[in-house]
């Protein structure tokens, strides 16, 4: 849902922008945590679209929190990539069918 999306993205930007000077491997396990828990509980079929934009706009707003860590130092986007590979978990649906997961045989 669209407005749940965006609250969680504000959220996401606030707290970056809190943790702004934090080291970057500290921001990246805190980042990883908060898009696994998005994953394990959105990730249900059909929903892989919701969680690969989720999984970009977080990327993209620590890429902007990074740039905003000093007046002439910039983050490129080489760079970014690479630090997304390794810290935000690619998109996955989680939770299997309603039918494969109740066992229900008709």
């Known amino acids: 849902m669209r407005k749940r999306l965006q609250a969680k993205l504000r959220e996401v930007k606030a707290e970056l922008r809190r943790r702004m000077h934090a080291p970057i491997p500290a921001q990246g396990q ?3 945590a908060v898009v696994d828990g998005h994953f394990r509980y959105y990730g249900v ?4 679209p919701a969680l ?3 999984r970009f706009h977080v990327g993209r707003l620590w890429h902007r ?7 002439r130092g910039r983050v490129r986007w080489e760079r970014m990539r690479r630090l997304l590979r390794r810290w935000l978990p690619v998109a996955r649906v989680c939770h299997p069918y309603p039918l494969r997961r109740f066992g229900v045989i008709t």
């Open 52 to 54: 690969h934009l989720f």
């Open 45 to 48: 079929p059909m929903n892989s």
């Open 30 to 32: 805190w980042l990883s």
């Open 65 to 71: 929190a990074l740039c905003r860590r000093s007046q």
